[in-house]
C-alpha cells in the first residue's frame, strides 16, 4: 500500500511539472508572437500615402483688376485713365502624378497639367465728354472671363497620418498661358464698344480693330488677349480614405498681362510725346480662392 501510494505520488508530480512545461512554452510563444507583431508594425510605414495618379476640380473665385494708363501727361489727356475692378467665378480641373520620398513617405512632389475657366461683372468709370464739350463720369459694367491652362510643380508634406486619412500641406508653381475674354460693356443700357459700322461689339473685338488701325505712320498697336502667366499656389490637402481627398488653397498670379499696347514709333514734339511713348491697358487676376475634391488612383 505504501509503494502504491508512493508510485501515485510520482505520477501526480510528473504531470504537474508537465503542465507546468507546456503552460511556460505557451507564454514564451505568446510572447514572442507579440513582440513580432509590435516589431513588424514599428517597421512598417504606418498609413504612408501612395504614389499614383490622381485628378482634382472644383469652385474657383478670383478678383482681378485692370487699368488703361499712359507714359506721359499728354497722352492721358487725350485717352484719359481708368481702373477695373471684378469678380470672377467658375471651376478648375487637374490631371497629374505624385510621389513620395524617404522612409516615413511625409515629403513629396506631384506634377500635373491644369485648365480653369471663370466669367463675371466687372466695372471702371472713365470721363465721357458729350456733343457739346461737358464731361461726364460715367461707369461702365463688363462683361469678363478669363482662361488659364498649363502645368504645375508642387511640393507636398503630410504632418498627420492614421490609417487611411492624411492631412497636410502645398506649396507650388504653376505656368501657362492667361486668355482674356472681355465681352460687352454697357453705359447705363447704352453699349460702350462700337465697331466701324456702330454696332454694339466685343471688348476684345473693338481694341483689336484700334491696334490694326494704329499700326500705321509713327505708331504701333499690339493687342494680345493671351499672355503667360506664373502663378504661386498654396493650400492645405487631405485625405478622407486612400482615394478621396480634398484640399483648398489660394493662387497668386505675379505678372500683368498686356492686353493692349499703343505706342509710338517716332517723336511728335508739337504735342510733348516721344519715340516709345504708349498707352496700355493691362489685366491681372489679383487673386484666385478654390476648393478642389480629388480622386486618387
Known sequence: MVVAHSTQHTAHSTQHTAHSTQHK??????DFSTLGTLALFALAPLSAEKNGAFVGAGFQYSNFSGQLKASKPALEQVVGTWKMNGNLFGAD??????????????????YYGFFSGQGGPASFKQNVEDENGNTTLVTTNQQSANLFYGVGLDML?????????????FAGVMVGGSSWLMGKGFINGECTWSDDDGKCTTMNNYFKARAKF??????????????VQVLVNLGVRANIT????????????????????????????????????????????????????????
Open 25 to 30: 512554452l505557451k507564454r514564451a510563444l505568446l
Open 93 to 110: 480641373i487637374q490631371i497629374g502624378y505624385k510621389q513620395f520620398f524617404g522612409k516615413k513617405k511625409h515629403f513629396g512632389l506631384r
Open 157 to 169: 508634406f503630410n504632418f498627420y497620418e492614421k490609417q487611411e486619412r492624411t492631412f497636410g500641406v
Open 214 to 227: 494704329f499700326n500705321g505712320e509713327g505708331f504701333k498697336g499690339v493687342f494680345s488677349p493671351t499672355h
Open 242 to 297: 486612400q482615394h478621396q481627398g480634398f484640399e483648398l488653397g489660394v493662387r497668386v498670379p505675379t505678372i500683368d498681362d498686356p492686353y493692349l499696347t499703343l505706342s509710338t514709333t517716332k517723336d511728335f514734339p508739337q504735342y510733348g510725346v516721344k519715340k516709345g511713348d504708349a498707352i496700355a491697358i493691362t489685366f491681372r487676376r489679383n487673386i484666385a480662392i478654390f476648393a478642389n475634391y480629388v480622386y486618387n488612383f
